[in-house]
T-cell receptor, first 111, second 111 residues
Framework: DGGITQSPKYLFRKEGQNVTLSCEQN?????MYWYRQDPGQGLRLIYY???????QKGDIAEGYSVSREKKESFPLTVTSAQKNPTAFYLC??????????FGSGTRLTVV | LAKTTQPISMDSYEGQEVNITCSHN???????ITWYQQFPSQGPRFIIQ???TKVTNEVASLFIPADRKSSTLSLPRVSLSDTAVYYC????????????FGDGTTLTVKP
């Protein structure tokens, strides 16, 4: 089945560590996105990529980094510079102006 | 960029029709209007998309007036399982990555 897979489902990070969240899609979508969702809040755009080897900052990119070396993959690294990383992270993909397909999310907790 | 505004919450009863309205005053000519449904701890799910007038699929209808400054998602005969957060999203046809989710509308369906 075609879809978008995020891993891990739960992730724990110690203070000062970098962690990488995985996002893979087999939908052949050109565009991919990372969103952050805090409890009771909407989705905020971190980064997006419309083509391989190119990506753009969203509204809250500080403390995060991404890469897009393959069409299928768009990993997100939460760096130690992100002071409040505890949140629910969602990856999505889309084709042209079609609707977004979302993954099931990664819940990151700082311990 | 078109900012969207929705009611924070709505209540309904099983079997009723529910209409959720979203305003997007600054929508541009080539922008599309899309709606998503999100359950707790899951990624949003695409419901419907439209450009103007009315669009209907197996789960919902979308009404868009001529000036396109608002849209209304209509859910016929809701059930308890329709309790979720509903997001309106304006998709910028020329740069989908710039689309911004609002805070959504929490719909609670009561027995």
């Amino acid at each position: 089945d075609g879809g978008i897979t995020q891993s891990p489902k739960y992730l724990f990070r110690k203070e000062g560590q970098n962690v990488t969240l995985s996002c893979e899609q087999n939908l052949n979508h050109d565009a991919m996105y990372w969103y952050r969702q805090d409890p009771g809040q909407g989705l905020r755009l971190i980064y997006y990529s419309q083509i391989v080897n190119d990506f753009q900052k969203g509204d809250i990119a500080e403390g995060y980094s991404v890469s897009r070396e393959k069409k299928e993959s768009f990993p997100l690294t939460v760096t130690s510079a992100q002071k409040n990383p505890t949140a629910f992270y969602l990856c999505a993909s889309s084709f042209q102006s079609d609707g977004y397909t979302f993954g099931s999310g990664t819940r990151l907790t700082v311990v | 960029l078109a900012k969207t505004t929705q009611p924070i919450s709505m209540d309904s009863y099983e079997g009723q029709e529910v209409n959720i309205t979203c305003s997007h005053n600054n929508i541009a000519t080539n922008d599309y209007i899309t709606w998503y449904q999100q359950f707790p701890s899951q990624g949003p799910r695409f419901i419907i998309q439209g450009y103007k007038t009315k669009v209907t699929n197996e789960v919902a209808s979308l009404f868009i007036p001529a000036d396109r400054k608002s849209s209304t998602l209509s859910l016929p005969r809701v059930s308890l399982s329709d309790t979720a957060v509903y997001y309106c999203l304006v998709v910028y046809n020329t740069n989908a990555g710039k689309s911004t989710f609002g805070d959504g509308t929490t719909l609670t369906v009561k027995p």
